[in-house]
């Protein structure tokens, strides 16, 4: 498992702040930025099982990512896309 420190790290380098009463979140569309074009062991991953993973993880509709939101996204990347990935 992923330690805090590293996720909290990771979150870090998406929160800048893009205005004053955000700080502590991350619009969705940075975090889709990077993370479509990552790549599974077997694939890319498409911008429509993006947009459906990232909805599960987005609590309050809000369209933002927060720390807690972005630690259980992260924690659980690997196993929902791995099991796309055996189909």
Not at 9 to 33: K, R, T
Not at 34 to 39: L, Q, R, V
Not at 54 to 74: A, L, P, S, T
């Amino acid at each position: 498992m992923i330690s805090d420190m590293y996720l909290k790290q990771a979150f870090d380098l998406f929160d800048l702040g893009d205005d004053l009463e955000n700080i502590g979140s991350i619009p969705i569309y940075m975090v889709q930025s990077a993370m479509c074009n990552s790549i599974t062991s077997k694939r890319k991953i498409e911008i429509e099982e993006w947009e459906d993973f990232v909805k599960k993880f987005d609590e309050n509709n809000d369209q933002r990512i927060d720390y807690q939101e972005f630690k259980n996204m992260m924690v659980s990347f690997h196993e929902y896309f791995a099991v796309r990935d055996d189909s």
